[in-house]
Nanobody, 123 residues
Framework: QVQLVESGGGLVQAGGSLRLSCAAS????????MSWFRQAPGKEREFVAN????????YYSNSVKGRFTISRDNAKNTVYLQQNSLKPEDTAVYYC????????????????WGQGTQVTVSS
């Protein structure tokens, strides 16, 4: 069993930065591939970024590539999402999720989800 708790969201002006954190419980964190998803009001939850168990491979959606960076610290059981050059269209609830296998962009492939953290970008 893994519990995920996100933090770091908030209100920021366009062009600003935020760093989201996702703290995981349990001793098996390093076995999981981790991702960030987001859900804007009235829209479906969408993939943002993924990092494999070792941190050696990362993947991003086209909409955030070059602006967001995902990283992890297995010693601290934590995954991060550094968000730079934020845009109003990045406004959403951001969720971290853990998977033991499967296609990283598929919501159904994830075993555990956090409760989400709100990011609001003003223009």
């Amino acid at each position: 069993q893994v519990q995920l708790v996100e933090s770091g969201g908030g209100l920021v002006q366009a062009g600003g930065s935020l760093r989201l954190s996702c703290a995981a419980s349990g001793r098996t964190f390093s076995r999981y591939s981790m991702s960030w998803f987001r859900q804007a009001p009235g829209k479906e939850r969408e993939f943002v970024a993924n990092i494999n168990w070792s941190g050696g491979s990362t993947y991003y959606s086209n909409s955030v590539k070059g602006r967001f960076t995902i990283s992890r610290d297995n010693a601290k059981n934590t995954v991060y999402l550094q968000q730079n050059s934020l845009k109003p269209e990045d406004t959403a609830v951001y969720y971290c999720a853990a998977q033991s296998g499967g296609y990283y962009r598929a919501l159904s492939a994830y075993d555990y989800w956090g409760q989400g953290t709100q990011v609001t970008v003003s223009s």
